[in-house]
């Protein structure tokens, strides 16, 4: 097999590795806190198991690059770390009281959060020009999001219930058992030796870089926007079904905003060097505020089409946002920290963003409601005005240090 043979070869498995593992999170995110509800846990259980996720994500951080990275080959830790959170998922599937439904979620976050890092480190180790090729392979995850909601079509029906619903934690642990066999076709990749201290050096000082205020500025939005972006998880699949959507289309309905995404992601270098940062983040952000300002003032069954497609917005809420913060940080950063500084953010993003997201939104949820019903209105006003304080400290206080990116754009 020649060199260029081989390469395509690897990239088309690296591609279905994402396909498979984003897959595995697509499958229960949608559905997860609106099952709950159906088990008839309170708010604050529902904040601990919504917290799961971005609770492994801070420790994932941490143990993926310290321990994971240095102490196993990248293909076996995700074959194992796939087996048993599969299984995992798979008993969370049959708990239906508080303790041990949380015990068998709590497992599989934190075996299966550290492989998303450990996914993204064996691309980067396998591809020949990582920077042109890794942005065909990290699509495969957002298609895996799209396509695993197009099983429940069949596997729910219109209403739903709690013996239906648990199929959305069975079919993401079939997806896990098939991702650890695959996993050992994927090429061998060794442990990395680098010093944990020099990297615990990096940490500290991609902190202090918080003294800088554009630094700063930026942090503090992106926790906001992490914390809105995450709540939406929280409560669209009970709106969407409020405004008419059955329980079997709504995670087809939101996933719109992942085939958005593909088109918004290939736009976003034009963009970024036509508007900068600074316009380019306060879109991100102004789609938020126009999402769930819509829901707000539009959210009824008269309105469905324009529920549906404002779906599309997404796109716009994480390219235009997500992706161009990680853009600017390996742009603007000190390059022997930048991967540090990514982490920094990512554990906003994925972890503290989550995690204050999963106690909030459901405290809404219920002080909203009266007599079963939710006023969506009120609601949905909470994160339109987080999304306006967001924009108004960017618009006032960001002052990046260079317009926008300089040479090509890589994402």
Request: glycine letters at 8%; charged letters at 10%.
């Amino acid at each position: 097999m020649t060199d260029t043979a081989a390469q395509s070869s690897i990239k088309i498995k690296l591609f279905l590795m994402m396909i498979l593992e984003i897959a595995i999170w697509g499958a229960w995110q949608i559905k997860i806190f609106s099952y709950m509800g159906m088990l008839g846990f309170n708010p604050d259980q529902q904040w601990l198991v919504g917290s799961s996720f971005g609770i492994a994500s801070i420790v994932g951080i941490f143990f993926s690059n310290q321990f994971a990275d240095r102490n196993f080959s990248a293909e076996r830790f995700l074959a194992f770390s796939h087996v048993v959170g599969g299984v995992a998922l798979v008993a969370t599937a049959f708990q239906t009281q508080f303790w041990p439904f949380f015990a068998c979620f709590v497992t599989y976050c934190l075996l299966y959060v550290p492989t998303i890092s450990v996914t993204n480190s064996l691309a980067f180790a396998n591809l020949k020009d990582p920077a042109k090729d890794f942005g065909f392979v990290r699509m495969g995850g957002t298609i895996g999001w799209i396509v695993v909601s197009w099983p429940f079509i069949f596997l729910l029906s219109e209403k739903a219930g709690v013996d239906e619903t648990k199929w959305v934690f069975i079919v993401a642990g079939i997806i896990s058992f098939v991702l650890a066999a695959f996993s050992l076709t994927l090429p061998h990749t060794p442990p990395r030796k680098a010093a944990a201290e020099e990297d615990k050096v990096a940490w500290l000082k991609a902190l202090k870089l918080l003294k800088n205020p554009f630094v700063l500025v930026l942090f503090i939005v992106t926790f906001i926007d992490s914390t809105i972006h995450n709540g939406y998880f929280v409560v669209i699949d009970g709106f969407l079904q409020k405004v008419g959507i059955s329980a079997n289309m709504s995670m087809v309905v939101s996933s719109i905003g992942q085939v958005a995404e593909i088109v918004t992601m290939l736009i976003l270098g034009a963009v970024l060097k036509k508007l900068g940062w600074k316009t380019t983040l306060i879109l991100g952000i102004c789609g938020h505020a126009a999402r769930f300002g819509i829901f707000a003032f539009f959210g009824t069954p008269e309105n469905q089409w324009l529920i549906i497609a404002v779906q599309v917005l997404h796109g716009i809420c994480y390219a235009f946002f997500f992706v161009t913060v990680y853009i600017f940080v390996d742009a603007v950063f000190p390059k022997d920290i930048r991967s540090s500084a990514q982490g920094l953010f990512n554990l906003l993003i994925l972890g503290v963003g989550m995690v204050v997201a999963s106690k909030i939104f459901p405290q809404l949820l219920a002080h909203y409601t009266t007599d079963g019903v939710v006023d969506y209105k009120q609601l949905f006003l909470v994160p339109s005005g987080m999304a306006l304080a967001g924009i108004m400290l960017l618009a006032l206080f960001f002052r990046p240090p260079t317009h926008g990116p300089e040479g090509e754009v890589k994402h």
